[in-house]
């Protein structure tokens, strides 16, 4: 694989990839490098995610994105292959800031503690349903050093969560102000404590994947 975004295809190809491989692989496609999605105009990538570091007051190289439009195609096991649809996929980002996910981790444990306290009350039918759903993935997220923005409610009580809707506000916005790129329906981010739970969470799911499709991990 020596393209910046290889073919799906090749996949099969590599009967029984090492597990050290697929981890290099995480580190060198899947976490640097312009995404998929922006290969036309990465300039656009690069002062969309430079906006979105401002509203935290983060340096851009510490933003990045993962889905499929980071190869071009979706690596979530049933999905496997899928290709990006500029018009439909969302954006996912990732930031890696020990200091952010020290602050949006508070926040997620104070969403967790209000609604198992009947405290935090769904204010409509999609907030009942996703709820318990959220919090349970926050839980599990925060063991292993992840929180992601969106399954906290955008309200000022979580003023992490909310500069974190803000930033992906900016970003979404700076590409619908750019001539030539679209606007993505929903941009998200999810915010890593450090590099080592970023490739072990990233990694990790290309390898559930890999599994998924039938490949043997060696």
């Known amino acids: 694989m020596t393209s910046s975004y290889p073919d799906p295809t090749l996949w099969k190809d590599q009967e029984s990839p090492a597990k050290r491989d697929v981890f290099r692989f995480t580190r060198l496609w899947l976490c640097e ?3 998929y999605a ?3 105009d990465a300039a656009a990538y690069e002062l969309a995610r430079e906006n979105f570091g401002k509203v935290l007051g983060e340096h851009p190289r510490n933003v990045s994105m993962t889905g499929s439009g980071r190869l071009g195609y979706s690596l979530a096991g049933a999905k496997f292959g899928a290709p990006y649809d500029p018009n439909n996929s969302d954006v996912d980002l990732f930031l890696v800031s020990d200091t952010w996910f020290e602050k949006i981790q508070k926040d997620a444990e104070l969403f967790i ?3 198992s306290a009947g405290l935090a009350v769904p ?5 009942e349903k996703f709820w318990p759903e959220n919090v349970k993935r926050l839980e599990q997220g ?3 050093g992840h929180v992601n923005q969106h399954y906290i409610p955008n309200v000022s009580r979580y003023q992490a969560a909310r500069s974190c809707y803000k930033a ?5 916005a700076t590409l619908g102000s750019q001539m030539g790129t679209a606007e993505p329906k929903k941009v998200s981010v999810r915010i890593y404590q450090d590099w080592d739970c970023a490739e072990s969470q990233i990694g990790g ?3 559930f994947a890999l599994k998924q499709t039938g490949h043997e991990v060696i």
Request: hydrophobic share 30%; aromatic share 12%; glycine share 4%.
């Open 205 to 207: 799911s290309l390898l």
């Open 33 to 35: 490098g312009i995404p």
């Open 123 to 127: 204010r409509n039918e999609s907030e």
């Open 168 to 172: 992906c506000r900016a970003f979404q």
């Open 142 to 144: 925060m063991k292993r």
């Open 38 to 40: 922006f290969r036309n």
């Open 113 to 115: 503690s209000r609604f």
